[in-house]
């Protein structure tokens, strides 16, 4: 099992429209949680980290379920600028605590 | 802070030659990661350091790939020599482990696009 699964899609959406994704993590341990975003022939860039609590930054809303080992991002009223790779990405809390990063979500916002 | 910096952006090399990417890691931040990416794989990490020492280079490739970092404001991966496969994105990422109060997670570089024809 992969320590950082997600559906690799993609999304295709509508401008406008509200969109969903979903990670799960195995490592109960883990400390930090984040999403990044990559663009096409770009580097992967931190988008959001994600708090227990849950957070929302504009039009973006990330949620933690520790229980269930799983994170979400949320995205409202779609741009086109919002098609990118979506990664969801742990940090393991044991050893050198590096990043695990998933193999990403990707989204398709049409006009 | 001008961020992590790579170089070249681009290569173009033949195969059997010796390619080196260049990475400078952001000032003050003491891990450096070297990664990969193709479309078939992804994002692989190939080693990292801390405190410029090699922590975990398991997922360098085979013998043809090392990789130094002399001082704590520069690394180089090298490939030698260069097959086709190796064609991919290579990218270099910095961050400050253990993370002190904020987490801000990795920073990445740009990238070098490597072709190998």
């Known amino acids: 099992r992969k320590e950082v699964e997600q559906d690799p899609g993609p999304f295709n959406v509508p401008e406008g429209a509200t969109v969903a994704f979903n990670c799960t993590y195995s490592?109960?341990?883990?400390?930090?949680f984040f999403w990044y975003r990559q663009d096409c022939r770009k580097e992967p860039k931190l988008l959001m980290s994600v708090y227990s609590s849950g957070n929302e930054d504009g039009r973006f809303t990330a949620q933690l379920n520790r229980a269930s080992q799983y994170i979400s991002l949320l995205i409202r009223d779609s741009k086109l600028s919002d098609s990118a790779t979506y990664l969801c990405?742990?940090?393991?809390?044991?050893?050198?605590?590096?990043?695990?990063f998933g193999t990403g979500t990707r989204l398709l916002v049409s006009p | 802070d001008a961020g992590v910096i790579q170089s070249p952006r681009h290569e173009v090399t033949e195969m059997g030659q010796e390619v080196t990417l260049r990475c400078k890691p952001i000032s003050g931040h003491n891990s450096l990661f070297w990664y990969r990416q193709t479309m078939m794989r992804g994002l692989e990490l190939l080693i990292y350091?801390?405190?410029?020492?090699?922590?975990?280079d398991s997922g360098m490739p085979e013998d043809r790939f090392s990789a130094k970092m002399p001082n704590a404001s520069f690394s180089t991966l090298k490939i030698q020599p260069s097959e086709p496969r190796d064609s991919a994105v290579y990218f270099c990422a910095s961050s400050l482990t253990p993370p002190t109060g904020v987490d801000y997670g990795y920073t990445f570089g740009s990238g070098t696009r490597l072709t190998v024809v």
């Open positions: 990405v742990v940090r393991k809390n044991t050893g050198f605590q590096k990043l695990v």
């Open positions: 350091f801390n405190n410029n020492v090699p922590i975990d």
């Open positions: 490592n109960s341990a883990s400390q930090s």
